[in-house]
């Protein structure tokens, strides 16, 4: 019987997805209203769409990135750099849970190598 049970929980927790944070490190861009990305080393994370909704839980930790190193690009959008504690879903490439933030110098984003320049 300890068996039988032990063999159906291996097998429920082998069916689920494990969510793992990952902390993710690039440009945190925000152009237009309500669009959001996080351009990393790994490639390009939508954080969230113009239209999709009010965006991943967590996202309210993301403070006005304007009033810290930023660069204006289209009146108040712009771009930071910024690491983020996250879960993602990889086949879609997007962020699905913010579980925390802190924006960096640009200088750490402009001086890494596996980035690419904010577009």
Do not use: H
Not at 1 to 9: P, S
Not at 93 to 104: A, K, M, P
């Amino acid at each position: 019987m300890k068996l039988a049970i032990a063999t159906l929980l291996i097998g429920i927790a082998a069916a689920s997805p494990l969510l793992a944070a990952e902390t993710r490190c690039g440009w945190l861009q925000n152009p237009t209203p309500a669009n959001w990305w996080l351009d990393d080393a790994d490639g390009s994370w939508t954080i969230m769409s113009q239209g999709g909704g009010e965006g991943p839980p967590g996202m309210d930790l993301i403070p006005d990135i304007s009033e810290r190193d930023y660069v204006r690009t289209n009146g108040n959008y712009g771009y930071a750099c910024a690491c983020l504690s996250v879960e993602t879903d990889d086949n879609e490439g997007s962020i699905t849970r913010i579980l925390s933030f802190r924006q960096l110098a640009l200088s750490t984003c402009k001086n890494d190598s596996n980035l690419s320049a904010p577009q």
